[in-house]
Each structure stands twice: as C-alpha cells, then as structure tokens.
C-alpha cells in the first residue's frame, strides 16, 4: 500500500489538472471540481488511516466474455452529489461504490421521479480511453429533468462527472477488443414527500460496470414481434424522455415476447395502432431501394443519441435519409431493416411477426446498408477510425 499522499492524490488528480487550467475560476463547473477535489481527498486520507482503502493496479484474471448486463460486476468508485430546492449541485463527489441509503416516502420509489441515461468507455491499444458523444447524453438529461420537475447537472458538470467515474475506475475498462465499461448515470428525486409534489431533494449519481462483448456474434440478425394492445407511450406522456418509469411498463411484454423466442418487441402508435415508433430499448430504421426512414420525433419516441449519429453518418454518406411516419405495412415490405440504441449499438432485423404472419429478410451481408452505417459507427466510438465531428472524448 502506497504513502497516504500518493493515495489521496492518486484518482484526483484529474480534477486537479482542469482546475489548473481552467480559464474561468466562478464557473459552476469549477465549484463542482474544486469540492470533488476536497471531498474525494479527504475520503482518500481517511479510507487510509482506517486501513480500508485498497486500490489494485491489477485485476484478477477476468473472462470478459461471461460479463454482461445479467451479472454486473462491481467496479471501485461512484460519483455521487446532491441537489436542494435551490437547484444547485454542491454536496459531494467521488466515493466508493456501495449501496446507498433511501428514506422510504423518498419520491423517486413512490412517484417514479428520476431519470437515467447511458454511457460506453472504450480503451485503445495506447491505453487512453474514449467516450463517445457524452454532451448529448447530458443534453438529454437535462431535457428529461425537465419534464420530470427536476433540476439537473448543467452539460459540462455532467461531462465532467462522466469523466471522472471513468478515470476512478480505469482499471475495469477491458482491454480493447474485449468489451467496454458501462456508464450509468442517474437522476432522482431521493428527497421525502408523501403528497404528489416534486421532491424536496435530489441526487445524482454516476456508476460504473464492466462489460464484455455484449453481441457476441457481431452483427448476428434478430427477430421483433409486434405488439398490437400494449403500447409504450402515449402522445402527451414521457416516452420522449428516459424516465425510469418508461422501461417497466414494457416488462410483462419483453418477458412474454423472449419466452416465445423472439428478441425483442416493436411498438406501435396508441392512436392508429399502425404507425411504427420503436422497441423495447431501440430506434427502428428501415431500407428501401436504398432511402433510409426512421419515424419521426414526435413526443412518444426517445430521441436516440445512436440514431442521431446514424442519421448524421448516412447523411454523410449520401444516403437519403427521411424522418416521418412509418407504417407497419411499409416495414414489412422494407430491403432492409435495423435498429440503434445504446446497448444493440446497430443492430439488423432477420424478421418481424406481425399479426401472427412472419416476414424475414435477405441477408445483405457486407454490402448491405446496415453493415456498412455499422462498421462505420463503431469504428468511431472504440477510436480505431479518424473522427472530425467533435465526437470523441479522450481520457488519457
């Protein structure tokens, strides 16, 4: 075990370096650091004198390819920092990982208020480690803390939290090549209240866990049942925003779809029932005679920050590409179709059930317009290809 100086600078030190070279010292952002600095030194030094604090510069043998979302492995340290009534973000900082404490009329388990979003980390060959796009995941968070009467991190106090949880548990980012680590941030209203009001506090938390391969079979299709009387969202409700609420609604028809064996499960607008707006977890494109559709935003479809990167890299590679309404009858008649979203990153659809009737379609192998936008896409967020958009972010 190393001095306690070594120890209590060894994880600030990159808050310490962008406070050196911050250009602005009044900034909320620089506030936030300053106090991370304080609070996650102290932790450091005292973690020490109580013989607690460990850090291993080396894991354990790991079979990356056995971890996945079903058994989530515990990584070192979480950032955690509280909200008042006032909307200011002060009390706290990085810490190590572990349960946290609720009070039970805490609004977020009685009224559902809280949002979440979610993040890859990926290491390179030279050790340094790239997210992707993590501005458009803060973007979203606060588009979501909104809806749901919150207040919320400003863009760049969410970048930077992001950063942190990752350089704090750089140790868990698998080697290239053989996963990525998940980060998970989360916003909730933690503070009591019994009367259908917001709540009076509020956290927001940023967690970590190593992932393996999560298709192990690259671009191996999958097959979507289309759900007729359960519908995700309604126009009016949430289905814009990640609210925490909006996945268990959809979990007695997930269940039932994977026990049939399909993959996942497609939903269709509540007014119509016969407008496409997207699966479980994904955005839903579509190929025909080489113009790529995607339904358009209108309040009941999360906007995807994968989809938005998809639209902008077809764009770029002179695809048509049109956001409107899409119906089920147009899908089953598509070349082609695939769907993006945090987890599947792109994934192709070998065959859609409709009204008991199972349409399939043609493998496009390595010509295909799916794999194409999908070699594309991930070569950009595991940093093997050249990117001139601003979208990576490189920790060294």
Request: with cysteine; net charge negative; aromatic share 8%.
């Amino acid at each position: 075990m190393g001095s306690t100086s070594t120890l209590a600078l060894a994880f600030p030190s990159p808050i310490a370096t962008t406070l050196r070279t911050s250009k602005n010292p009044h900034s909320s952002s620089y506030k936030l650091l300053r106090l991370c600095l304080i609070t996650t030194r102290l932790q450091a030094i005292q973690s020490h004198a109580s013989g607690g604090y460990s850090q291993a510069s080396e894991l354990p043998d790991i079979s990356w390819d056995n971890v996945g979302f079903d058994n989530p492995m515990t990584t070192d340290y979480m950032f955690t920092v509280k909200c008042s009534e006032d909307g200011n973000f002060s009390d706290g900082g990085l810490q190590s990982f572990g349960k946290i404490e609720l009070n039970p009329a805490a609004c977020v388990l009685n009224y559902g208020q809280g949002v979440i979003e979610e993040l890859k980390a990926y290491k390179k060959l030279d050790n340094s480690i790239v997210l992707f796009r993590p501005e458009e995941n803060g973007l979203r968070m606060r588009m979501g803390a909104e809806r749901m009467c919150m207040p919320a991190p400003t863009v760049e106090q969410f970048v930077e939290a992001v950063k942190l949880t990752v350089l704090a548990n750089r140790r868990w980012v698998p080697p290239p090549n053989k996963g990525f680590l998940h980060i998970k941030p989360l916003l909730m209203g933690n503070g009591p209240v019994l009367s259908l009001t917001p709540a009076p506090e509020f956290t927001f938390l940023i967690y970590a866990s190593s992932m393996g391969n999560t298709f192990k079979g690259g671009l191996e299709p999958i097959n979507l049942v289309v759900e007729n009387e359960i519908h995700r969202a309604v126009r009016g409700g949430a289905g814009t925003v990640n609210a925490i609420g909006n996945y268990a609604m959809v979990l007695k028809t997930q269940v039932e779809a994977k026990a049939d064996g399909f993959s996942d499960v497609l939903y269709l607008d509540s007014v119509h029932k016969r407008y496409v707006e997207q699966t479980s977890t994904a955005n839903i494109f579509l190929v025909k005679d080489k113009i790529i559709s995607t339904p358009a935003l209108e309040g009941t479809i999360l906007p995807g920050v994968t989809r938005k990167s998809i639209i902008e890299i077809a764009c770029s590679q002179g695809y048509q590409v049109e956001e409107r309404p899409v119906s089920i009858e147009e899908l089953l008649e598509a070349d082609e179709v695939f769907c993006t979203g945090y987890a599947v990153c792109l994934s192709p659809i070998g065959s859609i059930t409709y009204l008991g009737k199972r349409v399939s379609y043609q493998e496009t192998g390595l010509g295909g317009v799916s794999e194409q936008l999908y070699q594309a896409l991930s070569n950009i967020q595991m940093g093997l290809a050249e990117e001139n958009r601003g979208w990576i972010v490189t920790l060294k």
